[in-house]
């Protein structure tokens, strides 16, 4: 059924349950797996920093990303699962956006991905990339929830 699942990864408990998910499915079907984590290097891409450096700020969140991505690799494993790992770079665009540009090019068929289920303000401030993801993946996108959020 689903060959090629797609997993945006963070470092929350939301982000591993849906990596057990998507484990889960993976083993059922014989899937690939291909984890993601998005690192948004905009932020210290230009002006404003005359007292720090842009290039290693942007190399020391790369490799934070590499670790969040390292760990749930492990994860996957643990549970029999041998995933693809990418990091994908945003230079100040919706996040939601990038993760369903590469789940495309990759030609995944299912998305799994965690949701924090914020309401109200922290909504509104905050907005929510699995909300964004829904409306413009391809896919269907399967939202693991953490009761404890």
Not at 118 to 134: I, Q, R, T
């Amino acid at each position: 059924m689903y060959q090629r699942i797609f997993v945006p990864v963070d470092d929350s408990d939301t982000s591993n349950m849906a990596l057990d998910e998507a484990c889960k499915l993976a083993k059922t079907f014989g899937s690939a797996v291909r984890l993601a984590h998005v690192v948004d290097l905009a932020q210290f891409g230009w002006g404003g920093t005359e007292f720090l450096d842009a290039t290693e700020l942007q190399k020391s969140i790369k490799q934070a990303g590499e670790q969040v991505l390292g760990l749930a690799a492990e994860r996957a494993r643990a549970h029999g699962v041998e995933p693809e790992c990418k990091i994908l770079e945003s230079w100040g665009d919706k996040i939601a956006s990038v993760l369903a540009d590469e789940s495309g090019v990759w030609g995944a068929d299912l998305i799994v991905m965690g949701t924090h289920g914020l309401g109200g303000l922290m909504h509104l401030l905050m907005g929510s990339v699995a909300e964004g993801l829904l409306k413009v993946a391809d896919v269907p996108v399967l939202l693991v929830r953490n009761p404890g959020d």
